[in-house]
């Protein structure tokens, strides 16, 4: 069985920093893409970056491009976001999402998800 386990989420002040990590632990045989969605209250979710598992941005949001970095280590099956110059409008409840191959199929894996709150 693979889970994903996030953790880094809490309180950042308006213009700080944060990082976030999402670990897949388990019996996988592959991990393909990883992304990181978001749902603020209120909100529909939406997809804040995407990496391939040869490391390539292949999607980041407008709305974070410049600020936000995703990033992943395949050794240890995590992959990351760097919050910088947070916002405001940042607080939402952050998701990983990978792509996750074992020895009898392939299906996309979501983490608990981690709360990101900015205080002004």
């Known amino acids: 069985q693979v889970h994903l386990v996030e953790s880094g989420g809490g309180l950042v002040q308006a213009g700080g920093y944060l990082r976030l990590s999402c670990v897949a632990s388990?019996?996988?045989?592959?991990?393909?893409?990883m992304c990181w969605h978001r749902r603020a209250p209120g909100n529909e979710r939406e997809v804040v970056a995407v990496?391939?598992?040869?490391?390539?941005?292949?999607n980041i949001a407008d709305s974070v491009k410049g600020r936000f970095t995703i990033s992943r280590d395949n050794v240890a099956n995590t992959v990351y976001l760097q919050l910088n110059d947070v916002k405001p409008e940042d607080a939402a409840v952050y998701y990983c999402?990978?792509?996750?191959?074992?020895?009898?199929?392939?299906?996309?894996?979501w983490g608990q998800g981690s709360q990101v709150a900015v205080s002004s």
């Open positions: 999402n990978a792509d996750v191959q074992t020895l009898f199929s392939r299906f996309p894996l």
């Open positions: 990496i391939t598992r040869a490391g390539t941005v292949t």
């Open positions: 388990g019996s996988s045989t592959g991990i393909y893409d």
